[in-house]
């Protein structure tokens, strides 16, 4: 964005709310006007012919596109995950205890990572491992869905679960 002397074009279209008449001038009389005011003449718009210029105190503006970027980051959601863990012979207490852990997890918007671990020669039951996170998937329905298959990398089997939208 150019202001003031950094304009390049001979002739530009003023627009704004403290100008008299809105229309093209030659830069000389924009920049001329910008200065009795005591604000700068900021370039909108380049590309069109004339370009745009606009009257306003640029420190002002560019204080405000801060504040504004600043305001749009802090409303952007954050994603949480929570991870729980368990193994592919996990009891069936345990298993309700890691459920009701997750389901509040997806109550408070939270995404949960499954994840089932595999020690020494407990790989040999990775379908054991894949029917416990597909039926905790399915117990979690409710909450929320299931984002991907159970997927195995390495010595652990994972799946992410994501919440329900809220109406």
């Not at 039951?125 to 029917?131: P, W």
Request: proline share 4%.
């Amino acid at each position: 964005m150019n202001i003031n002397e950094q304009i390049t074009a001979s002739e530009v279209r003023l627009v704004g709310d403290n100008i008299p008449e809105q229309g093209v001038y030659p830069l000389s009389k924009a920049l001329q006007m910008a200065d009795q005011l005591e604000l700068d003449l900021v370039e909108i718009s380049a590309k069109a012919d004339p370009p745009v210029c606009k009257i306003i105190d640029y420190q002002k503006y560019l204080y405000q596109q801060k504040k504004k970027a600043k305001e749009m980051k802090s409303n952007a959601s954050k994603v949480v995950v929570k991870e729980l863990r368990f193994g592919p012979n996990t009891d069936e207490h345990d298993f309700q205890f890691k459920l009701k852990h997750a389901q509040e997890f997806l109550q408070e918007g939270s995404k949960v990572k499954a994840t089932i671990f595999f020690r020494g020669r407990s790989i040999m039951f990775k379908d054991q491992g894949e029917k416990q996170l597909l039926r905790f998937a399915v117990e979690l329905e409710n909450y929320g869905r299931a984002e991907n298959m159970p997927v195995l990398e390495g010595k652990r089997m994972t799946m992410m679960i994501a919440p329900n939208k809220k109406k």
